[in-house]
């Protein structure tokens, strides 16, 4: 016999290749953008943690870099983030892309999942994208690999069968207490998510001008007296001169409409007004240089 007054917690990692729709999920099932989400891989650089709160279960999600392998000491940091939420977790998402074929990077993740005890779903995301009859064939290569537990297909787009994976993630956690304040949807102060939201446009807005050489450093944010408006100041960091010139763009067209597009995530956020002050600037080679890590929010002590 169930116990309805029973309730359940637990910490979920959510990893896959870059670009296979984990923030997209982790979005959608705060209801809330905390992460962010682009056409570009290796998007995600911290573990971003989303607080899921319903009646019977709190879930604790950790969205983590796309598993790849590493070019620079960001690429290092980035792979030391995903690796290590294995085994901290109570439930590890496996993500992965329907539409994309079973490959070298599905191998590299399969293997570092089968030295975990941690139990793994794996999610066959974008079924939009294809026929559900070759879905069936999506499912039998993946079984083939690892024992998963299940095997749950979605759209984290659209939400299909979201509410589905949600229900078996909820089964399979223990009784627990509940760690954060219901309406808290995320564990980041909101200065990180300020950046990321930033971050998100210079990456939608400047395409393959511009890869991920891109930091945001939030400067300051305070609310101003005698009004309901935020003030932020916020450095947007680029490796290359020749980078800093696309990012401001002619008359400076490129950097307003940056700001344009993050102010009204950011209103949204903090619902209220803002006023929003961004400047850019060259910081050569930043991404292998460790105080520079630490300087815009990648310390490894923290993982």
Do not use: C
Request: aromatic residues 8%; neutral net charge; proline residues 5%.
């Amino acid at each position: 016999m169930s116990n309805q007054t029973t309730f359940k917690s637990g910490f979920v990692s959510i990893i896959g290749r870059p670009n296979v729709g984990k923030s997209t999920l982790l979005n959608y099932v705060v209801g809330q953008k905390i992460a962010i989400m682009s056409d570009k891989p290796q998007t995600t650089r911290n573990k971003i943690q989303g607080v899921y709160t319903s009646n019977e279960a709190q879930i604790v999600f950790i969205d983590t870099p796309g598993i790849h392998k590493p070019k620079h000491k960001l690429g290092d940091f980035m792979m030391k983030v995903a690796q290590n939420t294995l085994g901290e977790v109570d439930l590890i998402l496996y993500v992965v892309d329907a539409a994309e074929a079973f490959g070298p990077g599905e191998e590299f993740i399969i293997e570092r999942l089968k030295s975990a005890s941690t139990p793994v779903f794996l999610v066959i995301n974008k079924i939009d994208k294809i026929s559900p009859d070759d879905l069936l064939g999506v499912i039998e290569t993946y079984r083939t690999k690892h024992d998963f537990k299940e095997v749950i297909p979605i759209s984290a787009l659209q939400g299909n069968n979201v509410p589905a994976l949600m229900e078996q993630i909820t089964e399979y956690l223990d009784e627990g207490p509940q760690y954060y304040p219901s309406d808290q949807v995320t564990d980041h102060p909101e200065r990180f998510v300020v950046a990321e939201l930033i971050r998100e446009k210079v990456l939608h807005l400047t395409r393959e001008e511009i890869p991920h050489s891109v930091a945001v450093n939030v400067e300051q944010m305070k609310r101003r007296e005698n009004n309901d408006t935020v003030y932020i100041g916020a450095t947007i960091i680029v490796e290359r001169t020749s980078q800093k010139g696309i990012i401001i763009g002619k008359q400076g067209a490129m950097l307003k409409e940056v700001g344009k597009r993050a102010r009204t995530d950011i209103e949204t956020l903090l619902g209220s007004k803002v006023y929003l002050e961004l400047w850019v600037k060259v910081q050569k080679d930043w991404r292998n240089k460790p105080t520079h890590l630490r300087d815009f929010g990648f310390r490894e002590d923290e993982y």
